[in-house]
């Protein structure tokens, strides 16, 4: 029963609740570093590690500070705290301990901490009222669906440049439509769900 | 009430705890970082253009700081930029001549075609299509992809050939690695004379091919009072150690491929036709 929920919560973070293409978090980084692929990667991976982070992290303040004290409707103001300041160390830790991973996620880094889906992922293991094990892990996999829709959509855009397009169409413009295509493609998945 | 004292304290004890973890880390994770650094980085030209080939500005900072890179690294910033960054370093700047890009062609309209070409339009797709549409195989494509490399606004396609405009070129370099053909290059500033062509064909294959190709007629050779033009692979050849922009040369070429910027009125007036223009039908 818990594996079939386990299995169940990253396959909606991953495929069928993305938090791109279905739920529209995080659209921010997702257009503004998604020229490369590399870099786009770049960032999918800190964005797995900061959200896997910060559910942990929120789920300890929720349960033994907000709840305890009845304060839950301060919930999102103290997870953005929660993110920033986590953000801030991750970065300064990164950067003693991790030189090589410091400078290959370093400056996307500070952008985490405005990217809307780190807030949503905690925000949503409390609606969901999820444990703290569920809550890491639908984290760590809403990273996983942040990352393939950020690569998926990077590696369209590199081949976007080779296409013959209305110049109207140039830069943002054709972006946005080739982002409306995919979400409509990750529709597909939205019938899907684990038969126990 | 209490709620609201309650809400207070939580987030103000909250704040302060991750005040002060962040503090503490600063402390702990303190990473040795060389002042210089950011000192070079804001005399630097801060346009991350990549002219120095590192990844941008920073990087080319550090790697002044760390020694990889000389202090001139900057072709942007130019030597005003060197010295400033000599003083912070403490060196003495060694004396950074200031470069421009140069095109080595100046065909353009009056080069011949071999075809048609109809395909996107840029030059590095043009250069795989059938050794390209131009007969002459160093010829410049005239699509531009130099014009979309330059963040300056330096480069412009002018006749059909790519046009170097030295007040506003920075010899970043980014034009010369654009070009299929390789006919851009960095030369120094004070060169005024060029030999803009890069064809080693014989003399009267280019004449087939270019109205103002060198055919290697050695008459710029022969009037040099500097002797600093050679004749190598059918190409007269300056040497701009020797070159001392008198202009000579310009003034006796034959078929006007000889530019000199310095003198400007008398470039503006085209030279006359007179050059056995080829047909287009004699190509291939």
Redesign the interface.
Same mark, same amino acid.
């Given at each position: 029963m818990d594996a079939a929920k386990l299995l169940d919560i990253m396959l909606g973070a991953i495929l069928i609740n993305n938090f791109i293409f279905s739920q529209f978090l995080g659209i921010c980084p997702f257009m503004g570093v998604s020229k490369k692929t590399d870099t786009a990667a770049g960032m999918g991976m800190a964005v797995i590690f900061v959200m896997g982070l910060a559910s942990a992290i929120c789920w300890v303040?929720n349960r033994f +500070?907000?709840v305890a /004290?009845? %304060?839950q409707y /301060?919930q999102t %103001?103290?997870y953005i %705290? +929660?993110i920033a300041?986590l953000v801030?160390?991750v970065e300064?830790?990164l &950067? &003693?301990?991790v030189p090589s991973l410091y400078s290959a996620l370093g400056i996307y880094l500070p952008l985490i901490t405005t990217n809307c889906a780190v807030l949503g992922v905690v925000l949503l293991n409390t609606q969901n009222n999820y444990n703290f094990i569920e809550s890491v892990v639908y984290g760590v996999t809403g990273g996983i669906g942040f990352l393939i829709a950020i690569v998926l959509f990077a590696s369209i855009r590199e081949k976007l440049r080779f296409a013959?397009y209305p110049k109207a169409f140039e830069g943002f413009p054709i972006a946005l439509v080739t982002a409306g295509l995919l979400a409509l493609a990750f529709m597909g998945f939205s019938g899907m769900s684990i038969p126990w | 009430m209490t709620n609201v004292i @309650?809400?207070v304290a939580?987030?103000g004890i909250?704040?302060a705890v *991750?005040?002060a973890?962040?503090a503490f880390?600063?402390k702990? *994770? @303190?990473?040795e970082h060389d002042e210089r650094i950011d000192q070079i980085l804001g005399v630097l030209p801060g346009a991350n253009c990549g002219g120095c080939g590192f990844a941008g500005c920073a990087n080319c900072a550090e790697a002044i700081v760390e020694g990889k890179a000389k202090v001139s690294a900057c072709p942007v910033g130019g030597p005003a930029v060197a010295s400033q960054v000599a003083k912070i370093m403490g060196v003495e700047d060694a004396g950074s001549e200031r470069m421009v890009a140069h095109v080595y062609c100046c065909g353009g309209d009056r080069a011949v075609k071999k075809f048609e070409y109809d395909g996107?339009k840029t030059c590095a797709a043009a250069n795989k299509v059938a050794g390209t549409h131009m007969a002459c195989p160093s010829a410049c494509l005239g699509f531009g992809s130099c014009v979309a490399a330059c963040k300056y606004d330096a480069i412009h396609v002018e006749n059909g050939v790519a046009k170097v405009d030295m007040d506003k070129c920075v010899a970043c370099g980014a034009c010369a690695a654009a070009c299929p053909k390789g006919l851009i290059e960095m030369v120094p500033a004070k060169q005024k004379v060029f030999i803009s062509c890069r064809n080693t064909e014989k003399g009267v294959v280019v004449r087939n091919k270019c109205q103002v190709g060198c055919i290697a007629c050695t008459l710029c050779a022969k009037k040099c009072p500097s002797e600093a033009i050679t004749i190598e692979n059918n190409l007269a050849k300056i040497d701009y150690t020797k070159c001392t922009n008198c202009g000579t040369c310009a003034t006796v070429c034959p078929r006007k491929l000889i530019v000199d910027l310095a003198a400007k009125p008398a470039e503006a007036a085209p030279a006359a036709p007179a050059a056995p223009a080829a047909p287009a039908a004699s190509a291939q």
């Open positions: 303040i +500070v907000l /004290l009845g %304060l /301060l %103001l103290a %705290l +929660v300041a801030q160390f300064m830790f &950067k &003693k301990a013959d | @309650y809400a939580v987030l909250l704040g *991750f005040g973890l962040l880390a600063s702990i *994770f @303190y990473v996107l």
